[in-house]
């Protein structure tokens, strides 16, 4: 089972704020640590640090360190985080398909906000 592709996408996919944190990168294509904090109020920074971590060991993300006279660190999509987008919008379209209809929302900014979202039930 562990070599299996769909358990393996389900390990990507499954994580709290995996899917919010990649989208975020589809829309801005070198953001900050700090910057991604700010946007996901609900989130800790040793969450965010995890889920980043892990998207750079799959090798959907990068991570720059730029040193100028303050350090920066921004985070953007390798090629296989973009080619990943496919998926993602998959599952959104499918989403709006089937339940932003009943769920009255089909924003990432919405989700954030959902208090089922903050508890982990979704």
Same mark, same amino acid.
């Given at each position: 089972m562990i070599n299996c592709p769909t358990h393996k996408l389900l390990d990507i996919l499954g994580k709290k704020w995996t899917l919010? #944190? %990649?989208?975020e990168l589809y829309?801005?294509? /070198? #953001? /900050?640590?700090? %910057?991604l904090l700010r946007k996901f109020s609900h989130i800790t920074p040793k969450v965010l640090s995890h889920r980043l971590r892990d998207l750079e060991e799959e090798g959907l993300i990068k991570k720059q360190i730029n040193n /100028?006279? #303050?350090r920066t660190t921004e985070y953007g999509l390798t090629k296989? /985080? @973009?080619e990943f987008k496919i998926i993602t919008d998959s599952l959104r379209a499918w989403n709006?398909?089937?339940?932003? @209809?009943k769920l009255k929302c089909n924003k990432i900014e919405e989700c954030i906000k959902c208090p089922n979202f903050k508890q982990g039930t979704i």
């Open positions: 919010v #944190i %990649l989208q829309s801005n294509k /070198g #953001i /900050g640590f700090n %910057l /100028g006279k #303050i296989k /985080g @973009e709006a398909k089937y339940f932003d @209809e």
